[in-house]
């Protein structure tokens, strides 16, 4: 399979600069593969799309202010970005810097924190945090949510609070998982209201999130991995659902990893471990029957995992449809529902 051929047209227009004006307003384009039928709705409404046999699963990942400005002690302006933290004040970091840091560098950020630069990484950085007060309190104090490279303006207040899943709780992930910014504290009752089951998992959502498919063929890619969990209770709660018969709706992309990257022998395994996981048409899901996800970039891998559910193909046509009928793409954007 070609790259080019998960390309499409996408209006600069289409693409979200900031969250509707209240959490839940998205607009929801719903396909059925059973019927091949479009419907379009909006997500308010998605609850009356199952049943009580049915299971949705999140991710319950928080976003870190992982974005801190600073200088270089020779004065050079630099830029962090805070990938994972490794053990206590060692972390594994991006830098945006005129000249790339040497070991030993020293680094002052927000005016509030100091670095040191312990070795090169590959693509990335190790560094030693320390600061005056708490560490973890200061960065979450001075540090700014990382917004996607797509949207085109610095952090402002309303991003603490729309770049976050209501249900967010493990600190780790430097980008939302965004099928999730849909749910309301309201929608989440009314789940469970209907007899609907919840389940959550942590898959902490790394930058390659971000990377683009570079290669011809999609199979050369070089798929980034991220750090998940899913529990005991949650792997038994959803192997039950499969036994009886019900769907499991896995809440965006990285849920729908997680789980694949779980499964074994025939049910979904507790685990912690990384994932490397690549998901495209060809890839068979044995754990996911349904999925709720935003609108994805052009030749990117979270396009692919969605082709792989419902064809390459019948995406193309689902895609046209949402840029025709002016859906608003990417994570500020509307969502979509394949049943």
């Not at 600190?171 to 309301?184: E, K, S």
């Not at 009752?189 to 959550?200: A, Q």
């Not at 498919?213 to 209770?233: A, G, Q």
Request: charged share 30%.
């Amino acid at each position: 399979m070609k790259t080019d051929d998960f390309d499409y047209f996408l209006p600069e227009k289409l693409i979200a600069q900031f969250p509707p004006g209240e959490r839940g307003d998205s607009r929801l384009l719903v396909f059925n593969r059973n019927s091949n039928r479009i419907i379009h709705s909006h997500f308010s409404e998605i609850t009356g799309f199952f049943n009580n046999k049915d299971m949705l699963v999140f991710n319950n990942t928080r976003v870190i202010p992982a974005r801190l400005f600073g200088k270089k002690e020779s004065g050079g302006k630099i830029e962090v970005l805070l990938v994972r933290e490794l053990e206590d004040g060692l972390w594994e970091a991006m830098i945006k810097a005129s000249n790339s840091p040497s070991a030993g560098v020293k680094l002052k950020l927000e005016d509030e924190i100091d670095a040191v630069v312990l070795k090169k990484k590959d693509n990335t950085f190790i560094l030693r945090l320390e600061s005056r007060n708490n560490l973890k309190d200061t960065i979450n104090r001075v540090g700014k949510i990382p917004l996607p490279p797509y949207i085109k303006r610095e952090e402002s207040s309303i991003d603490r609070e729309r770049y976050q899943n209501v249900f967010a709780r493990k600190d780790g992930a430097v980008a939302a998982p965004t099928a999730g910014l849909h749910f309301t504290d309201d929608i989440l009752n009314e789940i469970s209201e209907g007899g609907i089951k919840k389940e959550m998992i942590t898959l902490h959502v790394g930058p390659g999130t971000f990377k683009p498919v570079r290669t011809e063929n999609i199979e050369d890619h070089d798929m980034h991995r991220e750090y998940f969990e899913v529990p005991e209770t949650a792997a038994g709660r959803i192997n039950d659902v499969k036994i009886s018969g019900g769907r499991i709706v896995a809440v965006g992309t990285t849920v729908a990893r997680a789980l694949e990257s779980s499964y074994s022998k025939g049910k979904v395994l507790p685990k912690k471990d990384w994932t490397g996981i690549f998901i495209h048409p060809g890839c068979r899901m044995n754990v996911v029957d349904c999925l709720v996800t935003n609108f994805h970039l052009p030749k990117s891998t979270l396009l692919m995992l969605v082709a792989a559910m419902v064809g390459t193909e019948k995406l193309k046509e689902i895609y046209n449809e949402a840029v025709a009928n002016k859906y608003r793409f990417f994570s500020y954007g509307d969502a979509m529902l394949i049943l």
